[in-house]
């Protein structure tokens, strides 16, 4: 089956602990994305990457770390230094630059929640 | 900057009724326009995708419609189950945001449909 998967479904994390989430995708997807949703909410950009080996900040970035070694992965690091790390965190991709702009369908994980100790 | 409301929050309907749920936003300056389905802690299920110079697009029961210039954009859904109780989500992808993917998305409406 293709599709995103990420793991774990539920991460704990104490109080000046980094954690990190995984995301893989068997797509062959170019592009990935992380968002962050809290309760009531929409989602929020974290960190994107278009391609291997590059990634950038999106709108709330602080507190987070992301690398892009492998085309199929995208893992997420949450920080000590990200003060409210509580919420539902969804990875995504899709096939990347088409024609100068980005895949025009983002597909989503099933997430990760992530609660504080 | 680009913002994106939707409004009910929250709807609760009767099976079989006909519904419409709102988006509005902004900056007519946008690619498209998606609407997604998000079941409760799960992640997205794109629904439909209008592009800019697009008026509606279907799939099955659903309709969505976009009038750009005011700024909003309707999901139609016709004879509601109670299979499609769901979180519905829509987003924006701004001009500019080309190579970047962006998505700017609502708060999302909550829609629960009683047997």
């Known amino acids: 089956d293709g599709g995103i998967t990420q793991s774990p479904k539920y991460l704990f994390r104490k109080e000046g602990q980094n954690v990190t989430l995984s995301c893989e995708q068997n797509l062959n997807h170019d592009a990935m994305y992380w968002y962050r949703q809290d309760p009531g909410q929409g989602l929020r950009l974290i960190y994107y990457?278009?391609?291997?080996?590059?990634?950038q900040k999106g709108d709330i970035a602080e507190g987070y770390s992301v690398s892009r070694e492998k085309k199929e992965s995208f893992p997420l690091t949450v920080t000590s230094a990200q003060k409210n790390p509580t919420a539902f965190y969804l990875c995504a991709s899709s096939i990347g630059f088409v024609g100068g702009r980005a895949g025009e369908t983002q597909y989503f994980g099933p997430g990760t929640r992530l609660l504080v100790l | 900057k680009q913002e994106v409301t939707q409004i009910p929050a929250a709807l609760s309907v009767p099976e079989g009724e006909n519904l419409v749920l709102n988006c509005s936003f902004t900056?007519?300056?946008?690619?498209?326009l998606q609407w997604f389905r998000q079941d409760p802690g799960k992640g997205l299920t794109s629904l439909l995708l209008i592009q800019s110079s697009q008026r509606e697009q279907t799939s099955g029961r659903l309709n969505a419609s976009l009038d750009k210039s005011s700024g909003r954009s309707t999901l139609y859904i016709a004879a509601s189950q109670p299979g499609d109780s769901a979180t519905y989500l829509c987003?924006?992808?701004?001009?500019?945001?080309?190579?970047?993917?962006?998505?700017?998305f609502g708060q999302g409406t909550t829609l629960q449909v009683k047997p």
């Open positions: 990457s278009q391609i291997v080996n590059d990634f």
């Open positions: 900056d007519s300056a946008i690619y498209n």
């Open positions: 987003a924006v992808r701004p001009l500019g945001s080309g190579n970047t993917g962006k998505l700017i």
